[in-house]
Nanobody, 120 residues
Framework: QVQLVESGGGLVQPGGSLRLSCAASGSFFSISAMGWYRQAPGKERELVATVISGVSTNYADSVKGRFAISRDSAKNTMYLQMNSLKPEDTAVYFC??????????????WGRGTQVTVSS
């Protein structure tokens, strides 16, 4: 079993910054992909950013140029640096990981989420 624990959420004023972290723990061979998704009240969960094989990144159009995803493979930790935050970024942010086990099987995991609120 793999656990994903997010941290770094909170209340910030418009234009401010936050840095989210997601730490993966457990017994597995590797993590092939990690990402951040978010869900605002009354809306579906949406992709924010992903990092594949620790190198290739992808962002939602709404966050391009403001958010940056990164990963420390040695620590099995992923980060999301969020700058120039807007009220519409308010949501619960979820960490996602696709884990590869020693038998070469893949399994997806989700964290419990961390609240980000952008308000004056």
């Amino acid at each position: 079993q793999v656990q994903l624990v997010e941290s770094g959420g909170g209340l910030v004023q418009p234009g401010g910054s936050l840095r989210l972290s997601c730490a993966a723990s457990g017994s597995f061979f590797s993590i092939s992909a990690m990402g951040w998704y978010r869900q605002a009240p009354g809306k579906e969960r949406e992709l924010v950013a992903t990092v594949i094989s620790g190198v290739s990144t992808n962002y939602a159009d709404s966050v391009k140029g403001r958010f940056a995803i990164s990963r420390d493979s040695a620590k099995n930790t992923m980060y999301l640096q969020m700058n120039s935050l807007k009220p519409e970024d308010t949501a619960v942010y979820f960490c996602y990981a696709r884990v590869r086990y020693y038998n070469n099987s893949l399994k997806d995991y989700w964290g419990r989420g961390t609240q980000v609120t952008v308000s004056s």
